[in-house]
């Protein structure tokens, strides 16, 4: 089966660093994903891990570890236009030739002045 | 570069009804896929096509959802008759292709509203 789990909601405070969590169950696991996500519009790409180590990219870091089914997005020097939902999604090769992203739920996170 | 277009943006109707939500997936993308978002939740893959054929549509509520792809380019996805449960975000996703690097851009959706 395939299931994806992350914290529903998070809070933070404008300049600091926050840490969003993420742990699978996949069977044909190929690949996780973040997604930024502001209320009312599309999801947008902000990373992509394969293998395991830290992937840095201004002030967002997605980690993975592949044996223990974990990843992280790390965001740092926050600021108030961060706030939104981060999903995690994994694409999947089970059943599938080509793959196809599984999500979780998001994380709304909300950063506070 | 144009992102991916969706309409319309909003849509309300009554159960029963039909309704259809068009794509224009990035230029030069063949991969195209449809995605529902239910409040609250992350997008749920409801089909994929390569070109304009169908990949995968296993999640896919075939008793009331259809969809299509002439020629390759844009799409429609359509439902008929709706349940109050269908209401949710529609979101059409492109890729280049389907390696394993590929990255989907997302469009800004139709939100549904069944009543």
């Known amino acids: 089966g395939q299931n994806i789990d992350q914290p529903t909601e998070m809070t933070a405070t404008e300049g600091a660093i926050v840490q969003i969590n993420c742990t699978y169950q996949t069977s044909g696991f190929n690949g996780l994903f973040w997604y930024q996500q502001h209320a009312g519009e599309a999801p947008t790409f902000l990373s992509y891990?394969?293998?395991?180590g830290l992937e840095e990219k201004g002030r967002f870091s997605s980690f993975l570890s592949r044996s223990k089914g974990y990843s992280y997005l790390l965001l740092k020097e926050l600021q108030m236009k961060d706030s939104a939902s981060y999903l995690c999604a994994v694409r999947d090769l089970e059943g599938s030739n080509t793959g196809k992203l599984i999500f979780g739920q998001g994380t709304t996170l909300q950063v506070k002045p | 570069e144009a992102g991916v277009a969706q309409s319309p943006r909003y849509k309300i109707i009554e159960k029963r009804q039909s309704v259809a939500f068009w794509c224009n997936p990035i230029?030069?993308?063949?991969?195209l896929y449809w995605y529902q978002q239910i409040l609250g939740q992350g997008p749920k893959l409801l089909i994929q096509?390569?070109?304009?054929?169908?990949?995968?549509d296993s999640q896919l509520p075939k008793d009331r959802f259809s969809a299509e792809r002439l020629k390759g380019v844009d799409s429609t996805l359509k439902i008929q008759p709706a349940k109050l449960e269908d209401s949710a975000v529609y979101l059409c996703?492109?890729?280049?292709?389907?390696?394993?690097?590929?990255?989907?851009?997302f469009g800004p959706g139709t939100r549904l509203t069944v009543l």
């Open positions: 230029s030069g993308h063949a991969t």
């Open positions: 096509f390569q070109n304009n054929g169908v990949v995968d």
């Open positions: 891990n394969v293998l395991d």
């Open positions: 996703a492109s890729s280049f292709g389907t390696t394993n690097t590929d990255t989907q851009y």
